[in-house]
């Protein structure tokens, strides 16, 4: 059974760091591109950051550019730094065959990624 793990969400105050990890279970992602998304209370599940098939580029929202790293091995993991309170959220990594760039992931619609995780809460307090 193919499966995507997260783990290293926790509590952390503001100015901290975490690094989240997402785990394959049941086969390996190399032709996939990997990424991250959130969704905070009452809101939008959003676009985080995600890394092409095979490593090399990687691409942000926004939001986390200069703070947030993504990388990957078989595992994609995300280092994030300088939190904030606005990043409490659930953070799920998802993987996709059709995205042909890091970029591709932030456009595509949800349906189109192959496999989700179940998420990890990140909780930033001020």
């Known amino acids: 059974q193919v499966q995507l793990e997260e783990s290293g969400g926790g509590l952390v105050q503001a100015g901290g760091s975490l690094r989240l990890s997402c785990a394959a279970r049941?086969?390996?992602?190399?032709?996939?591109?990997m990424g991250w998304f959130r969704q905070a209370p009452g809101k939008e599940r959003e676009f985080v950051a995600a890394?092409?098939?095979?490593?090399g580029s990687t691409y942000y929202a926004d939001s986390v550019k200069g703070r947030f790293t993504v990388s990957r091995d078989n595992a994609v993991y995300l280092q994030m730094n300088n939190l904030k309170p606005e990043d409490t959220a659930v953070y799920y990594c998802?993987?996709?065959?059709?995205?042909?760039?890091?970029?591709?992931?932030?456009?595509?619609?949800?349906?189109?990624?192959?496999?989700w995780g179940k998420g990890t809460l990140v909780s930033v307090s001020s």
């Open positions: 049941g086969r390996t992602f190399s032709n996939y591109a």
């Open positions: 998802a993987v996709c065959w059709k995205c042909t760039t890091a970029q591709t992931m932030a456009s595509v619609d949800y349906d189109v990624m192959d496999y």
């Open positions: 890394i092409r098939r095979s490593g």
